[in-house]
């Protein structure tokens, strides 16, 4: 079973500059996670999707990133205008219905370093 | 509201043992334990939910009071494979959000 697929896996941009980033769950999963994780620190939740829907946005920056799922499978996350602070690794994950207790996968990661 | 793992740092031995804890102020429906190898993704080791019920690795073992909010993750007889760090994960709302830890560095010496 292929896992999460994420890409770029590396991205250098300037300040006030705009990336996006793109994630192809786990096939099947219903739910979509994307994670901020600034070095050092645990993942934090940014978004969360349950198919197109969205589930939990409330720590996404919402002047600067968002985030959509269209067709309830793959997503993309888009950081504008970027900003220094942003430099972090963007993880993305699935897991297969978003109910308690249900294992979340991670992909690889987007290593974002904003200059 | 996030969880507050101790310790922050082990260094251990080969062979060694460790226990890494995990504690919340809210109530908990689950708790997930992950491990992240330098510059990859989180790799999922275990789940502990409300209830007793456990899923996850079969070499690993934890364990989550109820009463104190509090998981415990035990690492016996260590490898140098073991080496990374882990965080827990606290699930309260019944969503799938997790909140994480700030992780606990755990380093297995030949």
């Known amino acids: 079973e292929a896992g999460v697929a994420q890409s770029p896996r590396y991205k250098i941009i300037e300040k006030r500059q705009s990336v996006a980033f793109w994630c192809n769950p786990i096939?099947?999963?219903?739910?979509l996670y994307w994670y901020q994780q600034i070095l050092g620190q645990g993942p934090k939740l940014l978004i969360q999707?349950?198919?197109?829907?969205?589930?939990?946005d409330s720590q996404l920056p919402k002047d600067r990133f968002s985030a959509e799922r269209l067709k309830g499978v793959d997503s993309t996350l888009k950081i504008q205008p970027a900003k220094l602070e942003d430099s972090a690794v963007y993880l993305c994950a699935s897991s297969d219905s978003g109910r308690v207790g249900d294992t979340q996968y991670f992909g690889p990661g987007t290593r974002l370093t904003v200059l | 509201q996030q969880p507050v793992q101790s310790p922050q740092a082990v260094i251990l031995r080969e062979g060694e043992d460790a226990v890494i804890n995990c504690s919340s102020s809210k109530a908990l429906y689950s708790v997930h334990w992950y491990r992240q190898k330098h510059g990859e993704a989180p790799v999922f080791l275990m789940i502990?939910?409300?209830?007793?019920e456990q899923k996850g690795h079969d070499k690993i073992s934890a364990s989550f009071n109820e009463k104190k909010q509090q998981s415990s993750l035990y690492l016996t007889a260590s490898q140098l494979s073991y080496s990374g760090t882990y965080f827990c994960g606290t699930e309260r709302g019944g969503t799938g959000k997790l909140i994480f830890g700030q992780g606990t560095t755990l380093q297995v010496k030949p």
């Open positions: 096939s099947g999963h219903a739910t």
């Open positions: 999707f349950q198919n197109n829907g969205v589930v939990d």
């Open positions: 502990l939910l409300k209830g007793g």
